[in-house]
């Protein structure tokens, strides 16, 4: 279902901070703020400048701050509000979304922004559905009708009551039909769209972005435009201009060891860094292929549940950057329980024992563990290496760990090659939704050949037609308590969002939250 919206940095974000509270419904204007340029740093790449090719983080970045959607994720709140739409609506249940868009949109070539190009953005992204864009996300669209201008209505195939927050994120945005072909993705790395930010040029090392002086929004940008700097996986190097002044802010790429050296540093006010934390819904897990030979056996992936110890894992190696996770929904996320470790408590080598033997397994169990050496974050080899030696440490397992490039990487998990390996994700909205659906709906993401009826044909369709959100909590509670049962992922930790910016800088606290939304016009420079 999806595929490049993997993580790709600590990948994990956390929520031991509380969730920040405020809601910018302001009339955006598109003059610039007073505080001038801000200058980002981070070590993901942008893969895409076409909202219908990208759905990775770096270009979901580029998409929040360049285009508009009919509704966003204001600061601090899950809950969708309109943004290029001035109200919308379920009619029938949820089956029919109507939206009514704001008076005098336009792109910022000048063109205007109708109902025209909000259907033509839609279904352009379904036509061309291309493996690394949003198309999935955009699935329950059975048709688009605009009655005028300013109308436009979707018909659904199945009622889905998140697709408000679907339309939400980067998948929603909106681009002018006069620049984009219908049928094919725009090659010139140029974007052109309705936000607050233009993309005015990108290169492998930068992208320059000024305000956008015809936006109409609910975004108020407080700076004079943004230069992002891209560091392609280069965290020494990211680390390094923070601490020589070339770039305000780091988001996104930094180290565990980095992070907690600066958190704990005596110095670190003298040098006027700041380290902020924010709240996320970034998460980790170990992936079984239900179908291999070894942890096919579901006595071997039970023993394993019994054994890995998360809080070593996030103590030890992501120096407290992450907090223990036992839940498929994270915390923070309606939802969300404790499956994981109601089920299995805490680290018992005993009890894994006995798992094992129940299977009529008496011999160590030979184990690889799969890993790729960047694209998680940069532990993630060492975090792998941790868990096969508490493993070992058991007598019950003779495990290693094998680390291989993500293209490859990837082709393996597709081919069925592994049997245990890791992934991360970060949500495109946040709602338990986009946690289950990719991982145990139709087109399971995790490639680990997991099915289940109950899940499939009971809980995810009706979790899906709830308008109520908060009624869903029983139906998502037996999907975790199943899958917790089954054992198809071991969910590891919930990572914790960071910025490190020099201490000038203002209103990083409203861009790191659980919507992944990184507002660029919330950012400030004194």
Request: some cysteine.
């Amino acid at each position: 279902m999806k595929h490049n919206k993997w993580l790709t940095a600590p990948l994990a974000a956390g929520l031991s901070a509380a969730l920040l509270s405020g809601c910018g419904a302001e009339q955006g204007g598109g003059s610039a703020g007073s505080g001038g340029n801000i200058r980002v740093g981070m070590s993901d790449e942008v893969l895409a400048t076409d909202p219908a090719a990208g759905y990775d983080p770096g270009s979901w970045l580029l998409f929040n701050n360049v285009f508009q959607s009919l509704l966003s994720f204001p600061k601090g709140t899950s809950t969708p509000e309109p943004e290029a739409a001035e109200k919308c609506g379920f009619e029938s249940g949820s089956k029919v979304y109507r939206c009514t868009l704001r008076e005098g949109l336009t792109f910022s070539n000048g063109n205007a922004l109708t109902a025209e190009d909000v259907k033509f953005s839609f279904e352009r992204a379904l036509e061309i559905n291309d493996p690394s864009g949003p198309g999935p996300l955009l699935s329950s669209i059975d048709t688009i009708e605009t009655p005028d201008d300013r109308t436009v209505v979707f018909r659904l195939k199945v009622p889905d009551a998140t697709f408000p927050s679907k339309i939400a994120s980067g998948a929603g945005s909106i681009v002018d039909h006069r620049e984009y072909a219908a049928d094919a993705l725009r090659t010139d790395g140029k974007a052109v769209g309705s936000g607050p930010y233009k993309l005015e040029s990108i290169s492998d090392t930068e992208a320059v972005f000024s305000v956008n002086s015809s936006y109409r929004g609910s975004a108020q940008p407080k700076n004079g435009g943004v230069t992002l700097k891209l560091y392609d996986g280069d965290r020494e190097a990211l680390s390094k201009a923070v601490a020589d002044q070339d770039i305000d802010v780091a988001y996104r790429g930094l180290a565990a060891d980095d992070i907690a050296a600066l958190e704990n540093s005596e110095t670190t006010d003298d040098r006027g860094i700041e380290v902020v934390q924010g709240t996320s819904a970034e998460v980790q897990h170990l992936v079984f292929n239900v179908k291999d030979p070894v942890v096919g056996k579901l006595g071997v992936r039970r023993a394993i549940a019994h054994l890995v110890d998360r809080e070593a894992l996030v103590q030890d190696i992501l120096k407290s950057t992450a907090t223990p996770l036992y839940s498929i929904v994270p915390a923070g996320v309606a939802g969300h329980n404790t499956a994981f470790y109601d089920t299995y408590g805490s680290p018992d080598a005993a009890k894994a024992k006995k798992a094992l033997r129940k299977a009529g397994i008496t011999d160590k169990v030979k184990l690889t563990l799969w890993s790729t050496p960047s694209r998680y974050g940069p532990s993630t080899d060492q975090q792998l290496k941790a868990i096969a030696e508490q493993l070992n440490a058991s007598g019950l397992f003779d495990a290693d760990v094998q680390s291989v490039a993500f293209e490859q990487y990837e082709k393996d998990i597709a081919a069925g090659k592994y049997g245990v390996y890791v992934k991360g994700w970060v949500p495109d909205y946040p709602d338990a939704d986009n946690f289950t659906a990719p991982f145990f709906g139709e087109g399971n993401v995790l490639g680990n050949n997991y099915e289940n009826d109950t899940i499939t044909g009971t809980l995810l369709p009706r979790t899906s037609a709830a308008a109520d959100r908060g009624a869903t909590d029983a139906d998502y509670g037996k999907l975790q308590d199943l899958v917790a049962d089954e054992l198809p992922i071991l969910p590891l930790w919930q990572g914790k969002q960071y910025a490190v910016a020099r201490d000038n800088v203002t209103g990083l606290e409203w861009t790191l939250d659980a919507s992944t939304v990184f507002r660029f016009w919330e950012l400030k420079k004194n």
